[in-house]
């Protein structure tokens, strides 16, 4: 069975808006950091964003200040409000969670959701 299932994907205009959620069926020990990875084609996997259970933040540099991250823990459920999206945040979107933020961005995590398609046309 999948333990986090990203939806929200899909194809937008670029200055528009996209919000992702990512459900996680699993236990609060792997779901202390929660957040996202995107890919673009012919680049390697990138953070975005990651939340901690406490609702600490940290972000990429090229989507900091346009994107949002927040949880809500009772439905151990994580969202990503991309606002002013650009053709160059085409890619796919990958939930993630883990034990603990330590080396997060080195992609140091337990669980990693199938992905969902973010696309965005000029």
């Known amino acids: 069975q999948v333990q986090l299932v990203e939806s929200g994907g899909g194809l937008v205009q670029a200055g528009e808006s996209l919000t992702l959620s990512c459900r996680a069926s699993?236990?609060?020990?792997?779901?202390?950091?929660m957040g996202w990875f995107r890919q673009a084609p012919g680049k390697g996997r990138e953070s975005v964003a990651v939340?901690?259970?406490?609702?600490?933040?940290r972000y990429g540099d090229s989507v900091n200040g346009r994107f949002t991250i927040s949880r809500d823990n009772a439905k151990n459920t994580v969202y990503l409000q991309m606002n002013s999206l650009k053709v160059e945040d085409t890619a796919k979107y990958y939930c993630?969670?883990?034990?603990?933020?330590?080396?997060?961005?080195?992609?140091?995590?337990?669980?990693w959701g199938p992905g969902t398609q973010v696309t965005v046309s000029s």
């Open positions: 939340i901690d259970y406490t609702g600490g933040t």
């Open positions: 699993v236990d609060s020990a792997h779901t202390y950091a």
């Open positions: 993630a969670s883990h034990s603990s933020l330590y080396n997060w961005s080195r992609q140091q995590i337990s669980y």
